[in-house]
């Protein structure tokens, strides 16, 4: 069974519309421990959301990790992890931040709990009560 992620990012840096447009991205520059081994746990065909962070704050699509185990380029030391991923669809309802701290099926969430986290683990549960809520 595939496990479920979620991946921040800035808009303003790199947003949803980006990764549609580009059709596939490597997943680099992460160096926070916790998230290098979110990003060593993923394999091919993971599912992910696709988070804006800092401006606007919510989940805004689905993504899929294309490739696996990769090393970041832009590590001079070649000891950070990454992935590629690409876009499978933008959800029918963003859902915020502050929807997902107002519901309690999402209690514990990495993403609340972790909040400066880049890269999260999302359970099963939290996976499907996140799609439940986007749906229009």
Request: proline letters at 5%.
């Amino acid at each position: 069974m595939a496990n479920h992620w979620l991946m921040k990012s800035e808009p303003f840096k790199y947003s949803w519309d980006d990764l549609v447009r580009d059709g596939e991205t490597i997943w680099d520059g992460v160096r926070n421990h916790r998230a290098a081994n979110n990003l060593r746990a993923m394999e091919k065909g993971d599912q992910c959301f696709f988070y804006h962070s800092n401006k606007g704050l919510e989940v805004v699509g689905i993504a899929e990790v294309s490739e696996a185990g990769l090393i970041d380029p832009t590590d001079p030391e070649g000891k950070w992890p990454t992935v590629k991923i690409k876009p499978v669809r933008p959800l029918e309802s963003f859902v915020t931040l502050k929807a997902i701290k107002a519901n309690e099926t999402l209690d514990g969430i990495e993403l609340v709990r972790l909040s400066r986290l880049s890269v999260a683990e999302i359970r099963p549960d939290e996976w499907t009560e996140i799609l439940r809520m986007s749906e229009g």
